[in-house]
Every structure is written in structure tokens, then in C-alpha cells.
């Protein structure tokens, strides 16, 4: 796939790369807006740059740029003022679409860069070429996740093996933000490698699908956005449809077939993995299929991943459980890493969880633990109808003296919370996930009733 992308660098052929709405974005066009902020960053002394862009096509512009300049490459989807503070140590400078008011680092924008820019003669990407994405994970804290370019085109190699035949000649649309991996694999470099295009603008709504183009589309999504299809509203032919970034429901495929007449292929995987299995939900909790070129080996204490795109050689030990079948085909059956220790008494913040949402009173609740010297548990809840009825009644308080209540029924005193947040909606970051990072921070303020949290 290296050499693909080299050659479709240096070709002549004018092959589409991106459809902004009203024009086909072509490979000349491409290569002079590389050329031009190459010339920037080169200008400069900067290794590590943060691209910030959500407009896919300059995302991809800026990361080729930043890999021809032979700097670094850094991918963070969540940009907030807190989080981006949180990892400014670890970046130089900042490309970007306009200029952030809140920023100390130097800033590079497309609109600075030279209209008539040198086109570069010698396109070297090498493949060693690094990205260092940063996630929250289920702590909220920054994590830095580094992958060689190389790994990456290794997985979209697997990709095309695997799913390419289903593409045709559509047009590729997302729901999904370019700044992680799985936007950035499947609707960006996976198109790009193989001479295929995509649609600029993020999806946002599901009507917006028909008003893209008249073209077949293949569209990357997510479990949030196709769980939320309307049953009532038609939907475009498409030629294939994936979701990742976790658990579709049974219903939701299910509805997914009857507006797309497509089934979607599920990816599983994480950032620092990379893809590991796929499945249809063709019946309720149909097993997940290993990827090819992918392999675990179990023990006791852990499942180890092995695969052809991830540079540990020793693998990467999985945060969830996984039970395989006779056939090696496998079903997910929660996290492991979610039982700490308090005081020395050990608790599943899933099994609280799940405890706490089996209440009326409750439609989804979040344990996290929380930042500081004493470890401590914080709990975040949304109400049903009735919770909001007896929180109106009674306030806060009762309602967490109620739930606390029925705990100590299962629960070891210490390992009952002492934080508790309720807010109306739980807050979602670029890639549909609860956005962690933001539920931390609410045991960081005040409480502030305005904003719909007590």
C-alpha cells in the first residue's frame, strides 16, 4: 500500500479525491494544496503538529503535508480548551482552518499559505512517518497512542482484501470525524489508496443523506447515529455500510437493513489496536469474526492480540473479555479492567453501573474514577420520567440518598460512591462515545443548575 500511495502521489492521472458539494476535488488540486503548506511547515522548526481541521479534506492535506516534511503528526478529537491544555506539552505547533482566540502555541492556517506554491517533484513518504492520536479511554485522562503510517496502510490493505468488493463505484460519506483513527482510516485513507472519493462535510443528521449526490454511497458511521435513524424517513441506496466505535444494537441493524437495504458491518477494534473482528448482525448476538492477519492467544490472566498492524511485537493485552466458540468466532462479554480496589475491598464499576440502571428511576448511569491522591468514585446519572418527577419533588439529595440506600444492599460501604452528578443528556464527542473527559470535569465545578446538572 506504501508504494500505491507514493505512485498515486506522483501520478498524472486526474482521479477524483474529495466532492465538496459542488466540485469534484481532483489529484492536481490536491497535490498544489500539499505543496502549499508543506512550504509552511518547512519554514519553521516545529516537529510535532496538531491538526485541528473537522473539514476532511484539508485534515488530509495537512497530515500528507506534515509526513512529506518528515515531522510529526498529532490527532487529538477532543480540542476543548481544558483537554488541548492538558496535552500542549506534547505539540509545537498547530495547523488549523481559522485561529484558535485561546491559544498560545504557533499557529499555521490554510488561508496563510501560498497560493502558487513550487508543486514537490520527490514525494518520499517512507512509512515510518508517525501519528500520535490522544484518547480518553474510560478514564478522561490523556493517552497517547503512537502508530507508524506503515500500520496504518497495512490495515487499509486488510480492508480493501476483506471488504473492497462492496464499494463499487460509490462515493464515500461519514458520520464520523476525521480526528481518529477510524475516520481516518475508512473515510480518508482508505478511499485515497485505492482511487476512490469522498464527501467533504461530516454527516450530522441522516437527512443530509439525500441530499449528497445521486451516486451510490458507502457510508462510515457509528452505533449513536444509527440508532437513531427515523423508520419514517426514506433513505439513499447504499452500497455498503460500516459502524464502529461500539455496541450497535440488534434493533438498530435491524433498522439500518430496512432503510438502507444493507446490513452494517460492525468493526471492533480501539486505537491502539486497530481493527480486530467484524460481524452482521444477521441474528441477535451474532458472533464477531477475526480479522485476517489477526490472532490471540488466551491464558489464564489475559488475551493477547497479535496482529500484522501493530508494531508490538509482543502484542497488546485486551481490556475486554472475550469468549470464543468452537468455529473461533467470539462474543464480547464486557470489560475487565473495570474492577478496582478501594480500601482493599475490589468493585466493578460495570456491575455498579448496570445495578443502578436496573432502577426506574434511572435511564444511564457512568462510574469513573476520579482524578487525585485518595482514590475516589464518581457516579453520573440521567433520569427517567419518574426520576425527574421525584428529583422535582424532593431534590438531589433524595434521590442519592435513595440509590445509595439500595446499593448497600449489594455493595461494600466503602465501594458505595460519595460523588454523584445528574445531568439531563450525557455529552458525546466527535466519535458519538460518551466524552469522559467532560463527565471528569463536572466533579471539578460547581454544580450549576443552568446547565442541567445537580
Not at 266 to 287: D, H, K, L, M
Request: hydrophobic content about 40%; overall charge neutral.
Amino acid at each position: 500500500m506504501l508504494h500505491r500511495i507514493n505512485q498515486a502521489l506522483s501520478s498524472e492521472q486526474q482521479h477524483p479525491v474529495c466532492y465538496d458539494g459542488s466540485n469534484v476535488i481532483h489529484l492536481s488540486q490536491f497535490k498544489r494544496d500539499v505543496s502549499a503548506l508543506y512550504a509552511k511547515i518547512i519554514a519553521t522548526k516545529f516537529s510535532r503538529w496538531l491538526i485541528t481541521t473537522e473539514n476532511s479534506y484539508l485534515f488530509f492535506v495537512a497530515l500528507i503535508a506534515v509526513f512529506q516534511a518528515e515531522r510529526k503528526a498529532i490527532i487529538s478529537a477532543n480540542l476543548t480548551p481544558s483537554w488541548r491544555q492538558g496535552i500542549e506539552s506534547q505539540f509545537d505547533a498547530i495547523i488549523c482552518e481559522t485561529m484558535p482566540a485561546d491559544c498560545d502555541k504557533p499557529v499555521v492556517d490554510f488561508s496563510s499559505c501560498p497560493v502558487k506554491a513550487p508543486i514537490i517533484d520527490d514525494w518520499k513518504l517512507s512509512g515510518t512517518e508517525s501519528i500520535i492520536f490522544y484518547t480518553s479511554g474510560s478514564t478522561g485522562v490523556p493517552k497517547a497512542i503512537k502508530k507508524s503510517f506503515n500500520c496504518l496502510l497495512k490495515e487499509v490493505a486488510i480492508l480493501e482484501r476483506t471488504f473492497g468488493h462492496q464499494f463499487d463505484n460509490a462515493m464515500v460519506v461519514a458520520s464520523v470525524s476525521p480526528m481518529h483513527i477510524y475516520g481516518l482510516l475508512f473515510k480518508l485513507l482508505w478511499p485515497f489508496v485505492t482511487q476512490r472519493y469522498w464527501y467533504q462535510e461530516k454527516i450530522e443528521f441522516p437527512e443530509q443523506l439525500n441530499t449528497v449526490s445521486n451516486n451510490k454511497l458507502v457510508f462510515i458511521s457509528s452505533p449513536a447515529f444509527l440508532s437513531r435513524l427515523d423508520k419514517n424517513l426514506a433513505m439513499p441506496e447504499m452500497a455498503a455500510i460500516f459502524s464502529s466505535g461500539g455496541m450497535l444494537e440488534y434493533e438498530a441493524a435491524q433498522t439500518s437493513l430496512q432503510q438502507f437495504s444493507r446490513l452494517p458491518v460492525e468493526v471492533y477494534g480501539s486505537t491502539e489496536t486497530g481493527g480486530i473482528a467484524f460481524r452482521q448482525q444477521t441474528a441477535n448476538q451474532t458472533p464477531w469474526q477475526l480479522l485476517e492477519g489477526v490472532h490471540v492467544e488466551q491464558s489464564q490472566q489475559e488475551i493477547r492480540l497479535f496482529s500484522s498492524h501493530i508494531s508490538q511485537q509482543e502484542g497488546i493485552v485486551l481490556d475486554d473479555r472475550l469468549v470464543f466458540d468452537k468455529d473461533g468466532r467470539f462474543t464480547l462479554e464486557g470489560r475487565k479492567d473495570r474492577v478496582i480496589k478501594l480500601e482493599e475491598k475490589r468493585v466493578s464499576l460495570t456491575e455498579l453501573e448496570q445495578f443502578v440502571e436496573k432502577d426506574s428511576h434511572v435511564t444511564r448511569c457512568m462510574a469513573l474514577m476520579l482524578p487525585g491522591k485518595r482514590k475516589r468514585i464518581g457516579v453520573v446519572i440521567s433520569l427517567s420520567e419518574v426520576g425527574n418527577e421525584l428529583h422535582q419533588n424532593h431534590g438531589k439529595v433524595y434521590i442519592v440518598r435513595y440509590l445509595k440506600n439500595l446499593m448497600r444492599d449489594r455493595f461494600e460501604p466503602v465501594t458505595i460512591p460519595g460523588k454523584w452528578r445528574i445531568i439531563n443528556e450525557f455529552p458525546m464527542n466527535s466519535q458519538s462515545k460518551i466524552d469522559t473527559h467532560r463527565l471528569v470535569n463536572l466533579f471539578n465545578h460547581k454544580e450549576n443548575q443552568t446547565n442541567g446538572i445537580s
